[in-house]
Nanobody, 130 residues
Framework: QVQLVESGGGSAQAGGSLRLSCVDSGYMYSTMAWFRQVPGKEREAIAA?????????????YADSALGRFTISPVENVNNSVILHMDKLKPEDTAMYYCAASVYRLPAGLLLQREAYDTWGLGTQVTVSS
Protein backbone atom coordinates (compact mmCIF):
# COMPACT_ATOMS: atom_id res chain seq x y z
CA GLN A 1 0.00 0.00 0.00
CA VAL A 2 1.29 3.38 -0.99
CA GLN A 3 1.53 5.64 2.00
CA LEU A 4 3.57 8.71 2.75
CA VAL A 5 4.07 9.24 6.46
CA GLU A 6 5.05 12.65 7.75
CA SER A 7 6.49 13.33 11.19
CA GLY A 8 8.26 16.08 13.09
CA GLY A 9 5.57 18.71 13.22
CA GLY A 10 4.80 20.56 16.40
CA SER A 11 5.14 23.95 18.01
CA ALA A 12 8.03 26.36 17.92
CA GLN A 13 8.80 29.93 18.80
CA ALA A 14 9.44 32.49 16.10
CA GLY A 15 13.07 32.29 15.09
CA GLY A 16 13.28 28.64 16.06
CA SER A 17 13.66 25.48 14.01
CA LEU A 18 11.75 22.33 13.21
CA ARG A 19 12.55 19.31 11.08
CA LEU A 20 9.89 17.44 9.17
CA SER A 21 10.41 13.93 7.82
CA CYS A 22 8.54 11.99 5.17
CA VAL A 23 8.99 8.32 4.42
CA ASP A 24 7.29 5.74 2.25
CA SER A 25 8.74 2.27 2.36
CA GLY A 26 6.31 0.77 -0.10
CA TYR A 27 7.11 2.41 -3.40
CA MET A 28 9.85 4.02 -5.47
CA TYR A 29 9.63 7.72 -6.18
CA SER A 30 11.75 10.03 -8.24
CA THR A 31 10.60 13.38 -6.90
CA MET A 32 9.35 14.36 -3.46
CA ALA A 33 8.14 17.68 -2.17
CA TRP A 34 6.64 19.56 0.73
CA PHE A 35 3.52 21.68 0.54
CA ARG A 36 1.58 23.50 3.22
CA GLN A 37 -1.96 24.66 3.66
CA VAL A 38 -3.78 27.06 5.92
CA PRO A 39 -7.56 26.67 6.35
CA GLY A 40 -9.37 28.61 3.71
CA LYS A 41 -6.36 28.90 1.44
CA GLU A 42 -4.94 26.82 -1.37
CA ARG A 43 -2.19 24.32 -0.75
CA GLU A 44 1.12 25.95 -1.63
CA ALA A 45 4.46 24.48 -2.52
CA ILE A 46 7.43 24.90 -0.22
CA ALA A 47 10.24 22.84 -1.69
CA ALA A 48 10.85 19.88 -3.99
CA UNK A 49 13.76 17.62 -4.86
CA UNK A 50 14.71 14.89 -7.30
CA UNK A 51 15.93 11.83 -5.43
CA UNK A 52 18.03 10.25 -8.15
CA UNK A 53 21.76 9.76 -8.01
CA UNK A 54 22.56 12.08 -10.90
CA UNK A 55 21.40 15.26 -9.35
CA UNK A 56 21.72 18.73 -10.88
CA UNK A 57 20.86 22.24 -9.80
CA UNK A 58 17.60 22.10 -11.72
CA UNK A 59 16.38 19.18 -9.65
CA UNK A 60 15.69 21.16 -6.50
CA UNK A 61 13.40 24.11 -6.07
CA TYR A 62 12.16 26.36 -3.30
CA ALA A 63 9.25 28.72 -3.00
CA ASP A 64 10.21 32.31 -2.32
CA SER A 65 8.81 31.97 1.20
CA ALA A 66 11.27 29.17 1.92
CA LEU A 67 14.44 30.54 0.34
CA GLY A 68 17.23 31.05 2.82
CA ARG A 69 15.26 29.50 5.69
CA PHE A 70 14.20 25.99 4.68
CA THR A 71 16.28 23.13 3.30
CA ILE A 72 14.96 20.00 1.62
CA SER A 73 17.13 16.92 1.42
CA PRO A 74 16.88 13.16 1.07
CA VAL A 75 17.62 10.96 4.04
CA GLU A 76 20.97 9.30 3.47
CA ASN A 77 20.71 5.60 2.74
CA VAL A 78 16.92 5.63 3.08
CA ASN A 79 14.93 5.34 -0.13
CA ASN A 80 11.77 7.35 -0.67
CA SER A 81 12.45 9.73 2.16
CA VAL A 82 12.87 13.46 2.44
CA ILE A 83 13.48 15.95 5.20
CA LEU A 84 12.45 19.56 5.41
CA HIS A 85 14.64 21.48 7.81
CA MET A 86 13.01 24.76 8.75
CA ASP A 87 15.00 27.55 10.35
CA LYS A 88 14.13 31.12 11.28
CA LEU A 89 10.50 30.17 11.64
CA LYS A 90 7.85 32.86 11.45
CA PRO A 91 4.25 32.86 12.71
CA GLU A 92 3.13 32.88 9.08
CA ASP A 93 4.75 29.47 8.65
CA THR A 94 1.94 28.04 10.76
CA ALA A 95 0.12 25.51 8.58
CA MET A 96 -0.52 21.85 7.92
CA TYR A 97 2.51 20.53 6.05
CA TYR A 98 2.06 17.78 3.48
CA CYS A 99 4.56 15.51 1.83
CA ALA A 100 4.01 14.72 -1.86
CA ALA A 101 5.66 12.34 -4.28
CA SER A 102 5.85 11.49 -7.95
CA VAL A 103 7.32 8.51 -9.73
CA TYR A 104 8.63 10.84 -12.42
CA ARG A 105 11.67 13.04 -12.49
CA LEU A 106 9.82 16.30 -12.77
CA PRO A 107 11.23 19.13 -14.87
CA ALA A 108 12.14 22.30 -13.06
CA GLY A 109 8.94 24.02 -14.16
CA LEU A 110 6.78 21.40 -12.48
CA LEU A 111 8.65 20.82 -9.23
CA LEU A 112 6.46 23.26 -7.31
CA GLN A 113 3.21 22.46 -9.09
CA ARG A 114 0.67 20.69 -6.94
CA GLU A 115 -0.92 18.96 -9.93
CA ALA A 116 2.37 17.22 -10.76
CA TYR A 117 2.14 15.01 -7.66
CA ASP A 118 -0.20 12.09 -7.33
CA THR A 119 0.70 10.73 -3.91
CA TRP A 120 0.18 12.65 -0.69
CA GLY A 121 0.60 12.16 3.01
CA LEU A 122 -2.00 13.05 5.62
CA GLY A 123 -0.04 16.04 6.87
CA THR A 124 1.65 17.21 10.03
CA GLN A 125 0.76 20.42 11.85
CA VAL A 126 3.34 23.16 12.41
CA THR A 127 2.50 26.02 14.74
CA VAL A 128 4.83 28.97 15.22
CA SER A 129 4.13 31.45 17.98
CA SER A 130 5.45 34.97 18.19
Amino acid sequence: QVQLVESGGGSAQAGGSLRLSCVDSGYMYSTMAWFRQVPGKEREAIAAIYLGRWYSAGDISYADSALGRFTISPVENVNNSVILHMDKLKPEDTAMYYCAASVYRLPAGLLLQREAYDTWGLGTQVTVSS
